[in-house]
């Protein structure tokens, strides 16, 4: 089945720092990646939407220049948390989607969990 | 913004049950699918389920689709303890291309 890698799948560092979180889609071309946040017990809640070659679409609330993204290749997507505060902990998912047609599930990574201290 | 509801928020029940879950959504859809998160994990695709359709087996999968009540049902025959986890439908929505998730079931299977 397709495959999505996402790395890292822990980071615990310092308020202020900058966290880069790579998807990637490891069996197939993915022009169009999700990222969501999830906090303890509840649903993922999507972040934005990630298209290869262009601007990445944010949902209502989500600051752009706080979570940057990029989709340089038809397999990667990089979400980067800059100058993280502990406000900003949370389990990050990445997921990725065939090209082409509708009707097609997503396929997810596993997660990265993100401490800021 | 979530859209999907779903009920109930937790169920425990005893190995060998069946477990059923529901989703309520808003808007027409494209199809609903649904997966499955273990705690900590990413979420796994179980089955997806398109507008025409009605009901669809995987396995020990049922799911079921009434789009005239916006809603939907998984159904676990012969639950086992490895099948507990969180369990979220999502819909794609027409003329969009995001999922839209529920806020989960939490399953526990118990031994």
């Known amino acids: 089945g397709a495959v999505v890698s996402q790395h890292p799948s822990r980071v615990i560092c310092k308020s202020g720092t900058s966290v880069k979180i790579e998807c990637r889609s490891l069996?197939?071309?993915?022009?169009?990646m999700f990222w969501y946040r999830q906090f303890p017990k509840q649903s993922l809640m999507l972040m934005a939407t990630s298209n290869e070659g262009s601007k990445a679409t944010y949902e209502q609330g989500v600051e752009k220049d706080k979570f940057l993204i990029n989709h340089a290749s038809l397999t990667l997507s990089t979400l980067t948390v800059t100058s993280a505060h502990p406000e900003d902990s949370s389990f990050y998912i990445c997921?990725?989607?065939?090209?082409?047609?509708?009707?097609?599930?997503?396929?997810f990574g596993d997660g990265t969990r993100l401490s800021i201290l | 913004s979530q859209q999907g509801e779903e009920d109930p928020q937790a169920l425990s029940i005893q190995e060998g049950e069946n477990a059923t879950m529901n989703c309520s959504y808003k808007?027409?859809?494209?199809?609903l699918q649904w997966y499955r998160q273990n705690s900590g994990r990413g979420l796994v695709h179980l089955i997806l389920?398109?507008?025409?359709?009605r009901e669809k087996h995987s396995g020990r999968l049922r799911v079921t689709l009434d789009t005239s009540k916006k809603s939907s049902s998984l159904l676990i025959t012969a639950s086992r303890a490895a099948d507990t986890a969180s369990y979220f439908c999502?819909?794609?929505?027409?003329?969009?291309?995001?999922?839209?998730f529920g806020q989960g079931t939490r399953l526990t299977i118990n031994p």
């Open positions: 997921s990725a989607r065939f090209s082409g047609t509708g009707n097609q599930p997503q396929h």
């Open positions: 999502a819909t794609d929505a027409r003329g969009a291309q995001k999922l839209v």
């Open positions: 808007t027409s859809i494209n199809n």
């Open positions: 389920i398109r507008s025409n359709e």
């Open positions: 069996d197939f071309q993915a022009t169009t």
